[in-house]
């Protein structure tokens, strides 16, 4: 027999917690089901652990850059912090008991395993039942994608998540992939002392983002010792026991460890959307503006195909569940917001300026240096960076904005919210921007606009 819900919700990532918890307190029967950890990727191996390693390496650097400013210093790094720090936010090495007492405590009923859609309203998970009398919302996230290059199968590489679960500093590292998640860690690892070589199939560093900004950080990184090397593929890889060997571009790398960051990928064949006449050859589902995928199933987060960001899923998730529960409230993805937490960071919201044109808008376009700035010449040592505007002239708006500095993700706030609220340029204009501030830079690009 089949046991009865009003809603399931299968993968507990940060949006399907979320929800789950908040149908559970508005009086719904709630079924939360995840087979791995309760909080998805984003607290134990994603967003939150990525982070302070990265807080950490970047104080290692602000020490360096200490000489230039303000007098000597002796700088030691030492991973052994880091490690710890990691293991105490991921609870007990990687336990999501707290995580799952949270859920039961909201008055959800928490479920370990493997589920499947059988049906319109129906899940089997390890051979029990379900059935849901009012929804489904699927949270099910991305795994690590590993491409098929000869010689990878059986060896001992890193994903992300080994990496973070790392407790030293690897003497050599090599990167497959040039995204953020490969140039955050490469760059990390770079300041406690590993020698690192990035390998990009494509011809420059985060693709998905303004060439301005993917020549900055590789300035930046090859400034910092990293070997760089784009429009280079992996043809075949070794491992001898102890070393990684990386054949590409008619070159051989090598290093002790070898980080796998070539992208996420969805198994929606393994979910079962067939049974609800999808395709399940795709890589993400389509939705409507309520997150549905069918009547009476949502789907949230990365799946989705709007971007693989935890503040995604939780924005899905609200709407979701407002819908759910009756309220009527819809999605919009023109202002989405994205930071890569290199130093200097890279945050960027709404259309590149090659998005722009494919979608015919009139476009124009204003470039500001930070260094050129009064906070960025008074910043002095790390004050790389840029502001990048992309206009629609017709109607006179921002469609979007990159914001790389110090402070980027920080400063794109002001951006997020000018292209979300779709403000006159004109207005942006008239603002008031502190002195000497990083984002008065934003200013300076809206004055080359027409």
């Known amino acids: ?22 149908l559970a307190q508005a009086g719904l029967s709630v079924v939360g089901i995840e087979k791995n950890l309760v909080g998805g990727e984003c607290p134990y191996y994603g967003c939150i652990p990525s982070k302070m390693m990265i807080r950490a390496a970047d104080s290692l650097a602000e020490a360096h850059r200490v000489p ?27 336990d999501d008991t707290v995580a799952v007492e949270r859920f039961e405590k909201a008055g959800g009923r928490f479920v370990r395993g493997t589920a499947r859609i059988t049906g319109p309203r129906t899940v089997r998970v390890d051979g029990r039942d379900f059935h849901a009398s009012r ?54 690892f770079a300041r406690f002392g590993t020698r690192v070589e990035v390998i990009e199939a494509l011809d420059r560093l985060l693709p998905a983002e303004e060439p301005e900004a993917s020549g900055l950080i590789e300035d930046v990184l090859t400034g910092e010792g990293i070997g760089v090397h784009t429009g280079t593929r992996a043809e075949r890889i070794d491992h001898d026991g102890t070393t990684f ?11 002790q460890r070898l980080l796998v960051a070539t992208g996420r ?35 949230i987060g990365d799946i989705t ?41 890279v945050g960027a919201v709404g259309l590149t300026e090659r998005q722009a044109r494919e979608k015919g808008l009139p476009v124009a376009t204003a470039i500001a240096q930070v260094p050129s700035s009064a906070r960025g010449w008074i910043h002095k040592a790390g004050n790389q960076g840029l502001i990048k505007l992309v206009a629609d002239t017709g109607r006179g708006i921002l469609v979007g904005a990159t914001s790389a500095g ?20 004109q207005r942006l204009r008239e603002m008031i921007y502190a002195y000497p501030t990083f984002h008065r830079a934003v200013e300076d690009a809206l004055g080359q606009l027409p």
């Open 1 to 22: 027999m089949a046991e009865h819900a009003d809603v399931i919700v299968i993968g507990m990532g940060p949006g399907g917690e979320s929800a789950a918890a908040r």
């Open 68 to 94: 230039e400013l303000a007098g000597t210093v002796q700088v030691a790094p030492d991973f052994a912090p880091v490690a710890r720090r990691i293991r105490d936010e991921a609870t007990d090495d990687w």
């Open 135 to 188: 929804a489904i919302l699927l949270n099910t996230g991305t795994d690590p994608a590993v491409p098929p290059i000869p010689g990878l199968a059986g060896t001992p590489y890193w994903t992300n998540r080994e990496a973070i679960a790392a407790t030293e500093a690897p003497e050599s590292l090599i990167v497959l992939g040039g995204g953020p998640i490969g140039l955050e860690l490469a760059q990390a």
């Open 245 to 255: 060997t990386v054949e590409a571009g008619g070159r051989a790398y090598t290093a």
């Open 265 to 299: 990928r969805t198994d929606l064949d393994a979910l079962g959307l067939a049974s609800l006449g999808l395709d399940t050859g795709a890589r993400t589902v389509p939705t409507d503006e309520h997150l549905r995928i069918a009547e009476g199933v949502y789907a």
């Open 305 to 345: 195909g709007h971007g693989a960001f935890t503040h995604m899923s939780m924005y899905q998730a609200r709407i979701a569940a407002d819908h759910i529960l009756g309220e009527q409230s819809a999605a919009e993805y023109h202002a989405v917001p994205r930071v890569t937490f290199t130093d200097p960071e």
């Open 406 to 425: 110090p402070t980027g993700g920080e400063v794109l706030s002001m951006l997020t919210l000018a292209v979300h609220e779709r403000t006159p340029i």
